[in-house]
């Protein structure tokens, strides 16, 4: 393969602007699809992606296209995800690449994710081909928006291609300017092997697929290879290419990007990021890796049903080897039983591992509120870190708890500043600057990361009507006036509904929960006292009043029998439900507190 | 040891009009055709002697004539159909007891004394209520001055066990309307009262109104102070309450209701109809049967000859039927009965189910006298006592 005939190049914006649609327009335009199998956002494979209409997961498709010059090039795309959650995937991507696609939406203009990805993709020295998207919206404004690129970015205004993905309109000139512009890969096709491996999955026939992109020399099937940080050594038993579904190829060569399945069965024997080399030696040089991601909010998952522990075991197993951005311990809670403490990368994220979990594993789950990762430093000089309330040493032991902070921008229309300026505030936020770029602003603002990771996103999107985005940045820990709220039944506290919140917070916080929990929790032979405490120190109180009449009136004949099973059946409904002390509480309860958080 | 004995139910279906919080098996008929009701009283005896033979060696205890509303028939009918009973098994020595239920209407009332020359010794009487306001919300066909003057009737045709049915938690019933209701039961001396809270079975037209939010049934605590004050105001009128519905003076208690709570076996024929069946060889633990509930379907099979065999047939586990022993005794006043459910299942009740205890501890039951019971809080929460059990 002619390296100079190839370009890599990936499709980058902000949540929704297009790129998957764009995607699907290209893989037209060069024949890639065959008619029968067309559909819209055609990379995005999952069904949970299908169903929410993002992208979670990056994809690749390889496209052969004869270019005005009567060249046959090989495009090498990669479609993105625009979700700040899944950044990791872009800046992965970014990797495997010579140009980036940006595309704007033409009637929002530049957004916190679009500024975000823009600026990774120029940290890592590819060429920007920028393009404004949807201009057969009534409301589009593809000028505003392609001056907001030059004014933002810092890019041409002139350059800025209008594209109509949805349409068509402007898709051929991109395959030109794809040529053109993006630069073919630089490597050493004469030099000894090196791979990188940006993505990798669990295949139940193959073992683990590696994707890569050869940067020197190539690979053969059947070659001698070995991970490079690993230290391990394979037989290359396949070799693909997805264009756009998998093909055997005898070889990947310099700057192609394919799959290497070498029958490696788990995923946690090969590392992303790790480069691919020859077994013998002399060992060339290992390649950039990436930055290991670290999950940023924790929550427990359990099963609704005790049995299903194991099936829940199994199947966090098996998503793993799909998704080693999440991580999972065992846990135990007085209230929900076994479990597992789980990181994740952002609430979305943890969102879609739990509704995979759900339904590609048929498994009924309860999930408790989210947290961050916390820093405490002891009294004793110790500093630890805790990811669950259940960890937060006693009051006495404490010197200061400091909480992980954000730097979150956030772009919005100027009529909407007022919106979120007062929900900053509520937030305990911090304004460090405002920025004014035509009509748009845009904010910065320190905010505890605890305050954003349940429903920022959500409220942002509701205060601003849409229009406003947030993109955000770990910049440190800063000590806050936390406490830990227990809640309590009946004098015993229910671990799973224990959360640490800012002093101030704490008392409405704690009567919304016992309110909540009031709602669902059924009455009971006795009166079920509810509280929320700050250690011995109760803030919140409410009583579920004990139950006063639950009668059969009549039992005769026939009635005999359907009583009976009826009670069997009110048993069984009453086995899911927790016990806590004496009191009953139901699962539903449990899930309604726990969802209280994203619509306080 | 109990004596061998059998009761039977006769359920005809056959109702002037169908309540709307009604769930058993009837068919609407203003006038009962007599060739309709001759091929219903045929089938009904055709069942019985293909039944009774299970049940032989027995003596016979109980007649019970249910429904439906089973004073439709004819008293010639009903004069029949015990005949034909009496035929199958000898008496067990007492007095057999034979109820039929009853609805305050003009037809009836002027039947019963040809009913009672029939043999019906106990009359049911479906009165409900003494307000025309809860007889039209119950969707009932009398009126309040019919019930009275059928219980007037009643005793003037000469019967000395009548029972009359209460209903309570109508909407728009209040507390007071409940207390008068009893009143005025009371002022007949009525041997029987069965007092029921309304209960919305799932499917009926009742379901969907409160569903659909048209009907709002007496709430908890309200439901609760009905059921204490009926309880306590029948009490004072000298009627006990010796099951969760039921209050009888000395002696008159429900013979054939108590069947049912004791275990005893039960013949029962008649569309819908259920069975029970003492211990016998293949259900160690005794055995329940039940007829179709649509009457063509019953008719077509008795009348094809296959009266025999009941199409529903569950035998009861050990386990189903330790728990039927528990909530069935706890319903009654007598209790649960710590050495005859050991006698009969190997284990005392509170080795069973350790949650007695904590239902004791609670206030819901006590044990005294060898039994275990309902106290009167217990009263209100025996569904909550019975989930335990099961
Ligand atoms: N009118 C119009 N709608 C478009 C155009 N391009 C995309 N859309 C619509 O915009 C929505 C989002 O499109 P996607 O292609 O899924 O966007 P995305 O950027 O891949 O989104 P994420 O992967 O979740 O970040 C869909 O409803 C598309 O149909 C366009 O050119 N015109
Ligand atoms: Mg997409």
Known sequence: MDASKIRNFCIIAHIDHGKSTLADRLLDATGTLGAREKRDQFLDKMELEQERGITIKAQTARMTYRAKDGEDYILNLIDTPGHVDFSYEVSRALQACEGAVLVVDASQGIEAQTLANAY?????????????????????????????????????????????????????????????????????????????????????????????????????????????????????????????????????????????????????????????????????????????????????????????????????????????????????????????????????????????????????????????????????????????????????????????????????????????????QERRGNQRDMAVHGGRVQIRYELPLAEVVADFHDRIKSVTRGFGSYDYDLIGYTPAALVKLDILVNGDPVDALSLIVHRDKAHTRGADLARKLKEFIPRQMFEVAIQAAIGAKVVARTTVKALRKNVTAKCYGGDISRKRKLLEKQKAGKRRMKRVGSVEIPQEAFLAALKLGDDS | MRRKDVGVYIHVPFCERVCPYCDFAVVARRVIDPAEEARLVTALQTELRARAPAYAGRSLATIYFGGGTPSLLRPASIAGLIEAVRGQWNPDGEPLEITLELNPSTVERERLPAFRDAGVDRLSIGVQSFDDESLHRLGRAHRVDEAHRTLEAARSAGFTNLSLDLIFGVPSQDLAGVRKDVREALAYRPEHVSAYGLTVEEGTPYATAVARGQLQPADDETGAAMMEAVSADLGAGGLERYEISSYARPGYQARHNRRYWRREPVLGIGVGAHSSESPGSGTPFGARRANERQLAAWLARIEGGGGAGPPQFEALSEPEARSEAGFLGLRTQPGLNRRRFEAEFGLLPEVCWPALQELREAGLLEEADGAWRLTQRGWLLSDTVFERLV
């Open chain 1, 120 to 424: 990774m993709a120029i940290e890592a020295d590819l060429e920007i081909l920028p393009i404004v998207n949807k201009i057969d919206l009534p409301a589009a404004d593809p000028e505003g928006a392609a001056q907001q690129v030059e004014d933002v970015i810092g890019l041409d205004a002139a350059d800025v291609l209008p594209v109509s993905a949805k349409e068509g309109t402007g898709v051929d000139e991109l395959l030109e300017r794809i040529v053109a512009n993006v630069p073919p890969p630089r490597g050493d096709a004469e030099a000894p092997l090196r791979a990188l491996i940006f993505d990798a999955w669990f295949d139940s026939y193959v073992g683990v697929a590696a994707l890569v992109r050869v940067v020197d020399g190539e690979v053969k099937k059947g070659d001698r290879v070995k991970l490079r940080a690993q230290g391990s050594e394979h037989d290359v038993q396949d070799l693909h290419v997805i264009d756009p579904h998998p093909r055997r190829v005898k070889r990947l060569g310099a700057g192609e990007v394919g799959v290497v399945i070498c029958g490696i069965k788990s995923l946690d024997e090969l590392k992303i990021g790790d480069t691919i080399v020859p077994a013998a030696p002399p060992l060339p040089d290992a390649l950039p890796g990436f930055r290991e991601v670290k999950p940023m909010v924790f929550s427990g998952l359990y099963p609704v049903e005790a049995e299903d522990y194991h099936s829940l075991k199994a199947a966090l197993e098996k998503l793993r080897l799909n998704d080693s951005s999440f991580q999972y311990e065992p846990e135990t809670s007085a209230a929900l039983g076994f479990g597992f403490r789980c990181g994740f990368l952002g609430f979305l994220h943890c969102e879609i591992i739990q509704e995979r979990l759900e339904r590609e594993y048929d498994l009924d789950l309860i999930t408790t509120a989210p947290t961050v990762r916390y820093r405490v430093e002891k009294k004793d000089g110790e500093t630890i870190e805790i990811e669950t309330p259940a960890a937060l040493p006693d009051v006495m032991e404490i010197a200061t708890i400091n909480e992980p902070t954000i730097l979150a921008t956030i772009h919005v229309p100027q009529e909407y500043v007022g919106a979120v300026i007062a929900l900053c």
